[in-house]
């Protein structure tokens, strides 16, 4: 079975532009998280989409925002981008019911310049 | 709001010792998770603990969890170079799917 795929995997944008990353998750996985990871902060939850809603948003400003699409797939939005948005933008998926794993994809490398 | 408590941050070990790794979480939560990362790499699965008292073991990496004192462990046996790694603890909020992570540890093993 293929694992969370997530493109791109390196960026590079210049402050004040937008970006869009994109996470497909394991086949049959509904349930899609997104993290963002930097050396300062951590790893801190963004949100996460469960069929094509949102069920929980972290504390980021409303320029980080997402969606999810039927087939699961979800993309994050990030706007008027900073350079303290420059992270690594993990991407999760799990399973409906049972199995409580969280599965992670390989990141997506933003850097903001 | 749920805090994740883990340590220590960094942790040097020769090779063939022992060592544990600790992290606390604050409230109550109905699961537990271990994750390793490698340099530049994203987060590789270890364990999933959900009830008190449990107990992983995969090769020389062993994960308990005490839901009373809300502390969890990660202990290292006979460390070798392979292990070389940051690993995380995250805590799972109830009812959804947020995670809490640790500040992680980065693990040396020195030959």
């Known amino acids: 079975k293929a694992g969370v795929t997530q493109t791109p995997r390196y960026l590079i944008k210049t402050r004040g532009q937008q970006v869009t990353l994109s996470c497909s998750p394991i086949s049959g996985h509904r349930s899609v998280s997104w993290y963002q990871q930097t050396p300062g902060q951590g790893l801190q939850f963004l949100f996460e989409y469960f069929s094509e809603t949102q069920r929980n948003k972290g504390n980021f400003p409303g320029r980080f925002s997402g969606r999810q699409f039927s087939n699961s797939r979800s993309e994050m939005n990030v706007s008027t981008l900073e350079l303290g948005d420059s992270a690594l933008y993990l991407c999760?998926?799990?399973?409906?019911?049972?199995?409580?794993?969280?599965?992670f994809g390989p990141g997506t490398r933003l850097t903001v310049t | 709001e749920l805090k994740v408590e883990q340590n220590p941050l960094f942790l040097s070990m020769q090779e063939g010792k022992n060592y544990t790794i600790y992290c606390n979480y604050s409230t109550t939560s109905d699961r537990l998770y271990w994750y390793r990362q490698d340099p530049g790499k994203s987060l590789e699965s270890l364990f999933v603990l959900l009830s008190n008292g449990a107990v992983k073991q995969e090769g020389r990496l062993m994960a308990s969890l005490d839901t009373k004192a809300r502390l969890s462990t990660l202990h290292i046996t006979a460390a070798v170079h392979d292990l070389s790694a940051t690993y995380f603890c995250a805590v799972g909020d109830f009812g959804n799917e947020k995670l809490t992570f640790g500040t992680g540890t980065r693990l040396t093993i020195i030959p």
């Open positions: 999760a998926s799990r399973p409906t019911g049972g199995d409580s794993e969280q599965y």
